[in-house]
């Protein structure tokens, strides 16, 4: 086996200096029934590199990949172009096969690589503070929800309709177990998110507002607004972002007054990997709030010869140090996946965001024209960057199935993500990058013509 | 013993008055390959880029609805030359893997095999949205079906949850799977017994999941304490959490009895599968009564760590949990197609008291492809002598080493993937840490360190079944040198390291006034 270096030499001259007779000498204290006396029955031996490498290509190949079809789907995961030096620095060894840095001395490559990371990531957000990173959006997402409870000490959240419905199910499903109460509602189909709905449920229990931005439905939701009402009332904004690159062209969360700005930074150097690993990224705009954050923080300071070196530090909010009382359970961060989202945004610099921003809305708005010709058709949003809603006046799920037969991958339909609502089953959410083409844009139009027709 | 040190060059172990070991300062603060790096923000140029886009145009449309960013956002950029230099030079102040050993306890760093990352990138894998039509996706959904089939049949469970994204989330899955079958039974509880000797997420999980966290004690050989588990459980003990091999490197002898108990008082076992390598193809966790276990795919199956991460920790489960497991999981239907099940379909798959959704999406795909790529080329008979492996490596260590070290449980018998040592007998004031950094000198990770907390400076050894014979005997006489040094009360060991990129670092400055980001005014 050739991951396996022992041989039987070995294996025979090391039971005899442990003074076993045997491996299963080294196992006596697993029960004698509860052992296997064999290899598990009904799976596969062991197979070279060619046959499993063949076999798991055969699978890939069942798959549609994103590069070979027109493409337009969004919501919560977006396909950019990762520059080639992003996966090979990711996949060099000292990085890919370190662990978590709790040797300093030993892990510095980490260490600075987060906390530039942190920089950031606190830049983009208009933040002071940004963790080592989370394991996605949604779960950052929550995570915010939980901090919020402990600063305010208050249970009530309110959720802006126009949240991804995922995370919205996931902040629900903990909920059920922290005793937090969520007012909840369905997105309003509207050119303008229903900020003044969402405002008038914002009460004295309030411990959080949560509002994505831009929305689900790719509207820009005026944050500042929101931020005043929930200030007024004591709660704090979350402000919750699944496209990163719309930064390089809105203005930050963090300038319009969100107290904790979380989000999904797949779009930076990570890809779309059919939904994971991705980044969950995290913030705080007020540093008094760093001791009720989750997750690792790297931080700044010396060795013994006065150099500067960096340490993860504020461990004493972890579970490795507090038990029960920690923060957060989490324990890992989403290491690799923050390096490549650093070289990225390296690679790009801020000039390369802001390009890249522009080219993102310049080729979405091309499309939002080009579709609203098609007969049937029209663009809900009023403002939007690189996503935008349209209503087909038809079955849009139905519609993306068949485009998708004809290897169009059209959109995501609402009803997809909100199997069990009314009223949505028209829009079709249509999300455009700068991979797609003009002529992916036309082929998508009067694909959608002829499917309506 | 194959000698540990080939060139016969032996370095002074006592730097000179300016730290320097024996050589001038020079003026780059370099040391020949030991490069010094600066912070992106002191060489990145801000009105620079390192990609090739569009200049924007002044006649394009702009519908951002009066939300333009107008501020500088202050991200530097670096040519792409620049930039593969900086993190190559950065990458070379990290040990890894590739490097050596990485003896971290309940860790397993175990080589990273390359065919994995190969995969992970065919563009059918890594090109692919959650969110595509099914038609569009099968063979993505078959990879989910038939890693989800190996890590039931491998632990002898019924189900399996695979969306949870790491360890600890895991772990939390499998608790909320607990609190929700009680909750469907109307019975609620409110206490989960933990044993000292577990690994800090188990009480934070099932605090975070609204519980009472009871410590259970361990006996004096390192193992649950049956008779006191026993007398603690009652009406209000949802469960208990073991680790098992547990964190003292022991198999619990006791667990199917303590299944027996704990499901006998009404509440469910988890197990911690942090240590799952050491028995994975030669034990099925389901044959000693678990209700639910966490698999971390970045241990056992051998998923890069990545310098912290991503993790992925599918959850399997018993027949009692498994119809309270999140969405969304997929599922074979008799014609052979794998569906993806979500909120939307769930009752047509028969599964209605799913607890909820852990995270957007269906889990951490990247990891999924990588893990089953391992387990094909290992196939049932290659696990079983990794299990077989990895114990025989870490009872190698440990017998190399008890006759120098205190073994707080050697007596009482073999050790299973991970070998336990104390800092007894260590002289002049010296700790397990400074053990630690005289490791680093010698080229070494350290073990993992004051873990488990029920032995006074623990050192907890985990080699894996990756070392070759020769690489152990290498570490061995490189911990015997060091433990030596300890045990003589060598002061030297103090000021360890001396040789890596960076001396002791002082962590209490760092936690006193946090620098958690670059400023400019600096």
């Known amino acids: 086996m050739r991951y396996l270096p022992l041989t039987d030499t070995d294996r025979g001259e090391m039971l005899a200096k442990i003074g076993a007779s045997s491996i299963d000498d080294l196992f006596v204290d697993v029960p004698e029934e509860a052992r296997l006396s064999g290899p598990i029955e009904g799976l596969p031996l ?70 530039e990371f942190q920089t950031q990531v606190a830049r983009l957000y208009g933040c002071a503070v940004a963790n080592a990173s989370m394991y996605d959006g949604s779960t950052a997402c929550w995570e915010a929800v939980a901090m919020a409870h402990r600063v305010t000490r208050r249970k009530r959240v309110v959720l802006s309709g126009a949240l991804h419905p995922h995370y919205a199910e996931v902040v629900r499903t903990m909920a059920k177990f922290t005793d937090d109460e969520i007012a909840d509602s369905r997105p309003s189909i509207q050119p303008q998110p229903d900020n003044s709905g969402l405002i008038s449920r914002i009460d004295e229990n309030t411990s959080c507002v949560v509002v994505q931005y831009p929305d689900i439905l790719g509207r820009i939701p005026d944050l500042a607004e929101i931020a005043e009402a929930a200030h007024a009332k004591g709660a704090l904004l979350i402000a919750v972002n699944t496209e990163p690159v719309a930064l390089g062209a809105i203005k930050s969360p963090g300038e319009l007054g969100a107290d904790i700005v979380v989000g999904e930074g797949q779009s930076i150097g990570v890809g779309l990997q059919f939904g994971g690993p991705y980044l969950g990224l995290f913030a705080v705009r007020d540093p008094k709030h760093v001791r009720q954050m989750p997750g690792r923080l790297c931080g700044e300071t010396t060795d013994a010869e006065g150099k500067r070196g960096f340490v993860l530090t504020l461990s004493t909010r972890e579970q490795h140090i507090r038990r029960e009382k920690a923060t957060s359970n989490i324990c890992t961060n989403s290491g690799l996946c923050a390096l490549a989202f650093n070289v990225h945004m390296t690679l790009l610099g801020e000039k390369g965001l802001r390009q890249l921003a522009a080219e993102n809305h310049r080729l979405a708005c091309l499309a939002a024209d080009r579709l609203a010709k098609v007969p049937g058709v029209s663009v809900l949003n009023g403002a939007f960057f690189n996503e935008f809603t349209v209503t087909i006046g038809g079955n849009a799920r139905d519609a993306v199935r068949t485009l998708a037969d004809k290897g169009i991958l059209a959109g995501v339909s609402l009803s997809r993500l909100y199997p069990d609502s009314e009223g949505m089953d028209d829009a079709l959410l249509v999300a455009v990058t700068e991979t797609t083409t003009e002529e992916d844009i036309e082929t998508l139009a009067s694909a959608l013509q002829e499917v309506l027709a | 013993m194959s000698n540990p040190n080939a060139s016969g060059w032996k370095p002074e172990m006592t730097p000179s008055e300016d730290g320097l070991h ?34 924007p145009r002044s006649d394009a449309p702009n519908r951002l609805g ?47 095999p390359r065919l ?67 909750e469907a039974r109307g019975d609620a509880r409110e206490v989960i017994l933990v044993p000292e000797s577990a690994h800090g997420t188990n009480p934070a999980t099932a605090a975070f999941a609204g519980y009472k966290v009871e410590n259970i004690p361990a006996t004096a050989e390192g193992r649950v304490d049956l008779e006191a588990l026993k007398a603690r459980l009652g009406p209000d003990v949802a469960g ?29 076992v988890y197990c911690d599968g942090a240590n799952f390598n050491a028995i994975v193809g030669k034990v099925r966790p389901g044959d000693l009564g678990v209700d639910a276990m966490h698999i971390n795919l970045h241990k056992t199956f051998s998923t890069p760590h990545g310098g912290g991460g991503p993790g992925s920790g599918p959850v399997v489960l018993s027949e009692a949990l ?40 269906h889990g951490q795909m990247g990891m999924f492809t990588r893990a089953l790529t391992y387990i094909l080329s290992h196939g049932a008979d290659g696990l079983k002598q990794v299990a077989e492996d990895a114990v025989l490596n870490a009872n190698y260590i440990l017998r190399s080493l008890e006759d120098l070290l205190d073994a707080p449980f050697g007596a009482s018998g073999p050790c299973m993937h991970e070998a336990l040592f104390s800092d007894a007998g260590f002289e002049g004031g010296l700790s397990t840490l400074d053990l630690a950094k005289g490791l680093i000198d010698e080229g070494y ?39 030596e040094r300890a045990k003589a009360g060598d002061e030297a060991l103090k000021q360890a390291p001396y040789y890596a990129p960076r001396r002791r670092l002082d962590e209490t400055q760092a936690a006193r006034k946090p620098v958690l980001a670059w400023s400019d005014a600096e």
């Not at chain 2, 497991?325 to 028969?350: M, S």
Request: aromatic fraction near 8%.
């Open chain 1, 46 to 115: 062991h197979a070279s590199e060619m046959a499993v490498e063949k076999h798991m290509r055969a699978l890939s190949k069942k798959n549609l990949a994103a590069a070979d079809a027109p493409f337009f789907l969004g919501a919560g995961a977006y396909r950019h172009h990762v520059p080639a030096s992003v996966d090979h620095i990711i996949q060099r060894g000292e990085f890919l096969t370190a662990y978590t840095p709790y040797q300093p001395e030993i892990a510095q490559g980490t260490l600075q690589m987060l906390f």
């Open chain 2, 22 to 55: 024996n050589g001038p300062a020079t003026v780059t603060g370099n040391r020949a390959l030991m490069l010094e790096e600066p912070l992106l923000f002191e060489i990145g140029q801000l009105d620079e880029t390192g990609v090739d886009l569009p200049e």
């Open chain 2, 66 to 112: 009066g939300f333009d960013r107008t501020d500088a956002i202050g991200l530097p950029a670096l040519k792409e030359g620049e930039a593969v230099r900086h993190y190559t030079r950065l990458s070379r102040q990290n040990y890894a893997i590739d490097l050596g050993l990485f003896p971290l306890g309940s860790c397993t760093m175990k080589h990273n």
């Open chain 2, 116 to 182: 994995n990352e190969k995969v992970a990138r065919m563009p059918g894998f890594a090109d692919v949205h959650p969110l595509q039509p099914t038609s569009t996706v099968g063979g993505a959904l078959e990879v989910i079906n038939e890693l989800a089939h190996w890590l039931i049949e491998l632990t002898g469970m019924h189900g399996v949850a695979m969306s949870p994204k790491a360890g600890a989330h895991g772990e939390l899955c499998g608790i909320l799977c607990i609190r929700a079958a009680h």
């Open chain 2, 240 to 268: 208990v959490m073991i680790t098992n091999p547990n964190t003292c490197g022991l198999f619990e002898r006791d667990m199917k009895a303590i299944s027996d108990a704990v499901h006998a008082a009404g509440g469910y």
């Open chain 2, 322 to 361: 498994s119809p309270f497991g999140p969405l969304p999981f997929t599922a074979k239907t008799a014609d052979g197609v794998v569906h993806l099940v979500e909120e939307e379909n769930a009752a047509e798959f028969a599964h209605t008291q799913a607890f909820g959704r852990m995270t957007a999406f």
């Open chain 2, 445 to 483: 990770h350290p073990m993992t360190v004051y873990f488990p907390l029920v032995v006074h400076g623990a050192m907890l050894v985990e080699p894996t079944e990756t070392e070759s014979r020769h690489s152990l005997d290498q570490f061995i006489a490189a911990f015997r040198n060091v433990a």
